[in-house]
């Protein structure tokens, strides 16, 4: 388990060095990816100072959240996400990465309950334009974005893409810039923070395109254990 206190130091430190290149001084989030991870390594994690989780599916996470009930832990639901689970996913997560449809953006603010505070979502867009990925296109961010702007329970945050994977440096600049241009594009209309871009295999060139949240899974805890049970 040393091992996870250590990938984290590391990571760390390489945001750290892709900011002072990218000539930033700004925060930067990691966000620990602990879709099927134990909890157990989740409490490493956390007593290494991680203290941001993103889990995909929802009774997995869940799961964990009653197996971690002391620890404060924020977590962000960074899947893709199913009409009949937004009831629990606005109950039981900070934040939501993967909004990309009115419908569920409308369910998610009637679910989330009155007791906590607005939950923090992002937007996802479909910057390469693949079929099999989630994501509204570009052209229709707007009208989303404002829609969501004037749900009370909802506070919109910012943008959140996956793009096609890439080993070119060149290339995954390229995909991260065409995110970043839409955000400085929102950015004049409505008061967003976030840029959640970038994982394991991409995250400083996410970073020298404007990420202010990374998403990092395999990089802390390693390849996912084959026999885990997902559990939407």
């Known amino acids: 388990m040393d091992t996870i206190y250590d990938s ?27 879709k099927a991870q134990p909890s157990d390594k989740i409490r490493v994690a956390y007593l290494a100072g991680q203290r941001a989780f993103g889990e995909n599916y929802v009774q997995e996470a869940i799961n964990k959240q009653e197996q971690l009930l002391d620890c404060a832990i924020e977590w962000h639901f960074i899947g893709p996400i199913q009409s009949n689970k937004t009831q629990l996913v606005a109950q039981h997560f900070d934040w939501v990465h993967s909004v990309d449809r009115l419908k569920i953006a409308a369910r998610l603010n009637e679910a989330r309950p009155s007791s906590l505070t607005p939950l923090n979502v992002c937007i996802q867009i479909n910057s390469s334009d693949e079929e099999s990925k989630s994501g509204v296109d570009i052209g229709s ?3 989303l974005a404002e829609a969501i702007s004037t749900m009370p329970n909802l506070k919109l945050r910012g943008l959140m893409a996956i793009p096609a994977p890439t080993k070119d440096l060149a290339k995954q600049r390229a995909q991260f810039k065409i995110v970043g241009d839409a955000f400085k594009t929102l950015k004049h209309t409505f008061e967003l923070d976030t840029l959640s871009i970038g994982m394991s295999d991409d995250y400083v060139a996410a970073i020298h395109e404007g990420a202010t949240i990374v998403r990092i899974g395999s990089a802390i805890f390693g390849a996912r254990a084959s026999n885990f049970k997902n559990e939407n």
């Open 141 to 143: 961010l707007a009208t």
């Open 8 to 34: 984290l130091q590391a990571i760390q430190a390489t945001i750290l060095q892709a900011k002072r290149t990218a000539h930033r001084d700004d925060e930067i989030l990691l966000l620990a990816v602990s």
